[in-house]
């Protein structure tokens, strides 16, 4: 049986953004279907719309946990309180492993090419192709994969 990190991964490699292979990958135990889930988490890819800010693996990451731990009621604020524990330590575990949080940082790009909201001039909005280049510069494929260890070992664990 494949892992939900191996899917993840694969589902990166067959083009999905960093947070829809996250989510994607807990779509059976989210109560969502493959649709759903797909378009829930598709903004949060490249750091939110590729504006290379909070990677979108973490935010993958948190739309799970969100779903496996928030409470709908805007008035329980221990559920609130719990939840925001869980995605801190999620967050801390990616940051300890990786050095950041930040899709810019993990991927190495320069501030001085962002304007005021983090897109790049040089490429906007549009997306990468997916080339054996994009995979030898980008770690995207395997940040994904650790953010599942993440939720197993930290969320999911037992």
């Known amino acids: 049986m494949e892992s939900r990190k191996e899917k993840a991964m694969e589902l ?3 083009g999905y953004n960093c ?3 996250v989510v994607l990958a ?3 135990i989210l109560g969502l279907d493959w649709e759903q889930a797909a378009k829930l988490s598709a903004s949060f890819g490249g750091g939110l719309g590729r504006l290379r800010h909070v990677c979108g693996s973490v935010s993958g990451m948190s739309m799970v946990a969100g779903m496996l731990t928030a409470t709908a009621d ?9 939840n925001y ?4 330590q999620l967050a801390k575990e990616f ?14 790009l320069d501030d001085d090419q962002k304007n005021s909201v983090g897109a ?10 997916r080339t054996k280049e994009y995979y030898k510069k980008r770690p ?7 953010a599942c260890e993440i939720l197993e070992n930290t969320l999911l664990k037992g």
């Open 12 to 14: 990166f490699a067959q």
């Open 19 to 21: 947070s829809q292979s």
């Open 26 to 28: 807990y779509a059976d």
């Open 74 to 82: 805007p008035t329980d604020k221990e559920q609130k309180k719990e």
């Open 85 to 88: 524990e869980v995605v801190q």
């Open 95 to 108: 940051e300890k492993r990786n050095g950041s949080i930040i899709c810019r940082e993990l991927l190495g």
């Open 120 to 129: 790049d001039y040089r490429t906007g909005a549009t997306p990468e192709p």
């Open 140 to 146: 995207c494929k395997e940040l994904v994969g650790e």
